[in-house]
């Protein structure tokens, strides 16, 4: 918007008050002490409001540098709770890292032993295998030794049968004939 041109002053008295003109010093006067006494008490109420606007501005700082120094501790606190969790957190890996190595080397352990547990089993089967093979062969040598023992036995039991029916029948045919 372009500025307003300003009216040339009139001729004559040019002190007026909003368009009328002062006549008398002493309504001058009075106009003066009116319009300080306006400027006055504008500057006190500006005055009171700069005050208000300083304080409130004061206190909006303190609120701030209240709010920076809970935040830097806040901002702190988080930190040193970041660093003691990850300060256990790796506590706690390596814990685990050993408890997980300890059981990979008992597991190994167990895994040889249970080897040799195994071979050892083993041998001891071939063995115990070995004795019942032994013990096999032998009951089977016996067995047959027992046979032809029996057969040996029946054999020697045939002959004295005969040799008894042969003998009793010697004597009867004696007895008869010494009875004839």
Do not use: W
Request: charged residues 35%.
């Amino acid at each position: 918007m372009p500025p307003k041109k300003k009216k040339a002053p009139k001729k004559g008295n040019t002190d007026d008050l909003d368009g009328m003109q002062i006549v008398l010093p002493e309504d001058r006067i009075k106009y003066l002490e009116s319009q300080t006494q306006a400027l006055e008490m504008q500057l006190a109420y500006r005055s009171e409001a700069t005050a208000n606007a300083v304080a409130e501005c004061e206190t909006i700082k303190e609120e701030l540098e209240s709010a920076t120094r809970k935040y830097e501790g806040e901002k702190q606190t988080s930190f040193d709770v970041a660093r003691s969790m990850t300060r256990q957190y790796k506590g706690m890996q390596e814990e685990l890292l050993n408890k997980v190595t300890e059981r990979e080397r008992i597991i190994e352990m167990l895994k040889d032993e249970l080897e040799t547990l195994k071979a050892v089993h083993k041998e001891e089967i071939a063995q115990k295998d070995g004795v019942i093979q032994q013990k096999d062969d032998d009951a089977e040598k016996h067995r047959v030794e027992t046979e032809g023992m029996c057969k040996h036995f029946a054999n020697l039991l045939v002959e004295a049968r005969l040799k008894i029916v042969s003998y009793t029948q010697g004597s009867v045919i004696d007895e008869v004939r010494n009875k004839h």
